[in-house]
């Protein structure tokens, strides 16, 4: 803690706390005195506080005893001489801010104080000390007035300065605005007596202005994003006499912290000791002119010196994201992003860097990269498609092939990339447009362009992006959907239908529900499916009242048959919604009533059910109640009597949140006929769908059931197997392992997939969170906070018809490098917290199937064992000096594989299944 902490306390001793409103008093700095205030400024950067599970709210709490980790931080000691020179009108002054002798002290061992600070030369001791100029007008700063070509650093430190000359006169208590370094804040004033004036504020300030907004980016989803939490206050004695600033003590505190892992992240602790040490007499330069703006031209004049007009807001300094010789250039990255290195923290982090680096890059300079290194280009592009750059776009089209139709990877590879960053270029969607419109020869490749402008449009209206561009704003208000709509309108085929049903998946606009609820009720079963997916991909607050009786309607296959999957699809809607009572009420006489024809259906409807009363306490009083009305807690009504089974499980849980996944399959016959994966995300007031795999099966009941169990819906359908995979929210193209028994029987006697073959795999910014935070002090904060995904997605299937079983196994790997990056750079001193958080895990989906005798089918879901890894470092650099503190700590947390128990039925089946091995 700063000795300035320290005096702090004194004054609160002093001042009590039973303070009501701030003084009505007129202060005045006089023409012709120079007043010489003694001046401090500290700085320290930590990680942010523990947070227990009863503080996961961000606030900063810490659990238990702990002894506060070690900082970094420094002092600038500086004179400072405010001299009015010029007073012309009522409450109104010209205020020069001169700095004398500043100095610079950095935390050393070696200082009088364990752990304390010392004197270190620096930049500071050769600066040209320019003045600032304020116009300064019943207490409130109205305008600054810098030497153009003055050093930022020094010209912010002024204005934090400059900013604790600030007492409105007349303020009463309460909250007032105020223009402070941080912008436009809410500022609550108290006051004891006339000489006494306490500040809070606690952030959320604006910068009105457009040249003073500074760099900013988050994630779409509150989950991924970063929750900034400020505490300011500030205390001043105005003297007896002229009734200026005495003294004044400022502290403030920003804990920074990740929404996901509320560990990872800073804290930003600045004091400000500003005391009166003298009054002097002098008449130099002072003005006379007839307003505060000819004032300053008549300073400027004398000076010779050119002005430059601005707010009390601190300006952005930009500074390198790395420096010195641990920055590694493009050679080195590139390394890293061979294909054996896909799924590794070495790629992840290698990933971060490289889009780090093509942010700042050019056009030309990315292409020459791309072209240089055609053998890591995939994952080149996944950072092209993350920096969401016009440069990088650029360069990533100007390299890529659209019209070979033999090679689409790369194309689609880059493709995969745009749909999935949380701050993609604008400058895209022209692009994938006009090769839309084109028709690429490749139907795959086509489809992928239709999908991925469709989910780039509505990350660009989810963050309310405006490019300044009429037309180009158009094209993503308008032009794109209506597209979408009139292609969709125009199909003569169900597989056209359904691959622009799918990009109305992705465009989740509230306009289309009505044309969705129009297929779904007059199309195709297959197609219906692919429409109520769509649906079921909106978010609840879209999915209006009106309705609930369609999805009801799916629900009980009233008016039309439904597939089987679009109707538990619809089920899922209704109860993630909130159904009323009577919507309960129908949904349990259906599930009551059912019969051996459509035991699975109706099993996994009430797994469903089951697993949303877990998390719904209206919903389990509803069913719960209802199920003792009408007498249906027998065996008979409530025992399963399909394979089909819904649940969801934790994988892990804490303060922060937790994340887990809900798995469902849904049998046919004894066959799969749809699985799904979801992985959410959740923190204490959103939620995200990370990740959803499905599986698809049609017309295969013939291989493992008897004639007269063969399900109704499969009677005619065509042999056919395949996946999805929606990232985000995102429908990514489907991958189809056959269609008809042909293709089916070619694959088993060619061995095709008995060998492990990678689906899918990549690398996207997961979290991309950049802010910019001017401190009360006048410093700059800069954050930025990037989360690294490196992922496959991979499988094999071996199936004996001799021995009449099959094997499968879907594995994903992935690797997740989490960054956060705090500065508080000068251009006399740098300061930074980096926290990282890196994983490597893997989770294996297992299935079973003997048919030799009946059908026997065990399924396993296993996370191997894997470890968590978590590295802060603490920095502290002089530019031109050698001195650089650097402090680290390191922790890894081991986290044990687990089996995932299922459901009974399956582990029944298993023990059958494998009882000679048990």
Excluded at 141 to 148: D, R
Excluded at 404 to 415: A, C, G, T, W
Aim: glycine share 6%; with cysteine.
């Amino acid at each position: 803690m700063f000795p300035s902490f320290a005096s702090l306390f004194l004054v609160l001793a002093i001042f009590g706390s039973h303070c009501h409103q701030a003084p009505a008093t007129t202060r005045n700095y006089e023409v012709g005195s120079v007043y010489t205030y003694d001046y401090v400024l500290g700085l320290e950067l930590n990680e942010p506080p523990a947070v227990s599970a009863k503080d996961s709210n961000g606030a900063g709490g810490t659990s238990g005893q702990v002894k506060p980790p070690s900082t970094v931080g420094y002092k600038v000691l500086t004179t400072v001489q405010v001299r009015p020179v010029w007073q012309n009108e009522p409450g109104g002054a010209i205020l020069e801010i001169t700095l004398s002798r500043p100095q610079l002290q950095i935390k050393s061992r070696k200082a009088p104080h364990p752990d304390g600070f010392r004197d270190h030369t620096s930049q500071l001791d050769s600066a040209s000390l320019h003045p600032l100029y304020v116009y300064w007008k019943d207490g409130i700063i109205q305008k600054t007035y810098s030497v153009t070509n003055d050093d930022i650093s020094f010209v912010n430190i002024k204005k934090g300065i400059a900013n604790l000359l600030q007492i409105p006169t007349g303020t009463t208590s309460g909250t007032v605005d105020e223009n402070t370094p941080m912008g436009q804040c809410k500022v609550t004033y108290e006051s004891c007596d006339t000489r006494h004036v306490t500040k809070h504020l606690t952030g959320n300030c604006e910068q009105l202005a457009a040249a003073q907004k500074f760099p900013s980016s988050t994630h779409s989803s509150r989950v991924l994003g970063a929750d900034v939490q400020s505490n300011i206050t500030v205390r001043t004695i105005l003297t007896r006499e002229a009734v200026v600033v005495e003294e004044s003590e400022a502290t403030e505190r920003h804990t920074v912290r990740t929404t996901a892992k509320q560990e990872v992240g800073a804290t930003i602790n600045t004091s400000q000791s500003f005391k009166l040490t003298g009054t002097t007499s002098s008449s130099d330069n002072i003005v006379t002119a007839s307003s505060a703006e000819a004032a300053i031209k008549e300073i400027a004049k004398i000076s010779g010196l050119q002005m430059t007009t601005d707010s009390l807001v601190s300006q952005y300094e930009k500074f390198p994201q790395c420096e010195g010789p641990n920055c590694k250039n493009y050679d080195t990255l590139i390394k890293s992003l061979d294909y054996e290195s896909i799924s590794t923290n070495k790629m992840a982090s290698a990933f971060i860097q490289i889009v780090t680096k093509f942010r700042d890059a050019s056009a030309d300079e990315i292409e020459k990269i791309l072209n240089a290194n055609k053998k890591n280009l995939p994952a080149l592009l996944d950072a092209c498609a993350a920096a969401g750059t016009p440069s990088a776009h650029k360069a990533a089209m100007k390299v890529l092939d659209f019209e070979d139709d033999d090679f689409i990877s790369n194309p689609e590879r880059y493709l995969l990339g745009l749909s999935l960053s949380p701050t993609p270029a604008p400058e895209a969607i022209p692009d994938l447009f006009n090769l839309i419109k084109k028709k690429m020869k490749s139907s795959k490749l086509q489809e992928t362009l239709v999908l991925s402008i469709a989910a780039l449009v509505n990350t660009l209206r989810t963050n309310n992006r405006r490019t300044g561009s009429p037309a180009l704003d158009k094209l993503i208000d308008v032009e794109v959907e209506d597209y979408i709509v009139k292609s969709l309108e125009d199909c003569t085929e169900s597989s056209c239908q359904q691959m622009y049903l799918r990009a109305l998946k992705n465009l989740k606009s509230k306009a289309t529900l009505p044309k969705l609820f129009e297929i779904i009720q007059s199309s195709d079963p297959k197609t219906g499916v692919v429409a109520m997916k769509a649906v079921h991909a909106f978010p609840d607050p879209l999915i209006a009242v009106t309705f609930r009786p369609t999805l009801l309607k799916v629900v009980q296959q009233l008016g039309k048959k439904y597939d089987s999957s679009a109707r538990t699809l619809a089920l899922d809607i209704l109860l993630r919604n909130k159904p009323t009572r009577e919507e309960v009420l129908q949904i349990l006489h259906l599930l009551k009533n059912h019969d051996s024809q459509h035991a699975e259906v109706t099993t996994f409807m009430w797994n469903r059910v089951q697993e949303f009363m877990e998390t719904n306490s209206e919903l389990a009083k509803f069913v719960n109640d209802i199920i003792t009305e009408e007498g249906l807690q027998t065996y008979h009504h409530l025992a399963p009597k399909g394979l089909s089974t819904a649940f969801s499980r934790t994988f892990t849980s804490g303060p922060s949140g937790n994340t887990s996944f809900s798995n469902a399959i849904e049998m046919s016959s004894k066959i799969l006929k749809r699985s799904s994966f979801d992985v959410y995300i959740k923190s204490s007031d959103d939620s995200l769908h990370l990740l959803s795999l499905g599986i698809f099966a049609g017309g295969l009941s013939s291989f493992a059931s008897s004639n007269n169990e063969v399900a109704v819906d499969e009677e005619s359908e065509d042999a056919t197997a395949g996946m999805e995979l929606t990232l985000m929210g995102v429908q990514l193209r489907p991958i189809v392992f056959f269609t008809g028994k042909g293709e089916l029987m070619s694959l088993v006697w060619s061995g095709a997939g008995s060998e492990r073959t990678s689906a899918i795999k990549g690398n996207v910014l997961l979290q991309d969170e950049k802010q910019v935070i001017p401190l009360y002090c006048g410093l700059v904060t800069d954050i930025n906070i990037q989360g690294g995904l490196s992922f496959e997605l991979a499988g094999q299937v071996q199936i004996s018809l001799w021995y009449r079983t099959a094997n499968s196994l879907v594995e994903n790997k992935a690797a997740l490098v989490l960054q956060s990056t705090i500065r508080v750079d000068t251009s006399f001193v740098k300061s930074r917290v980096d926290y990282t958080v890196a994983a490597e895990a893997s989770l294996h989906f297992t299935s079973d199937i003997n048919f030799s005798d009946g059908v026997l089918m065990c399924l396993k879901l296993t996370q191997p064992e894997f470890n968590i890894r978590q590295n802060i470092h603490k920095t502290e650099r002089i530019p031109g000096s050698k001195h650089r503190l650097r402090k680290a700590k390191y922790k890894t947390t081991p986290v044990p594989g687990i089996t995932y128990a299922l459901n009974k039925k399956n582990s029944q089946l298993c023990g059958v299944m494998y009882k000679d091995e048990l």
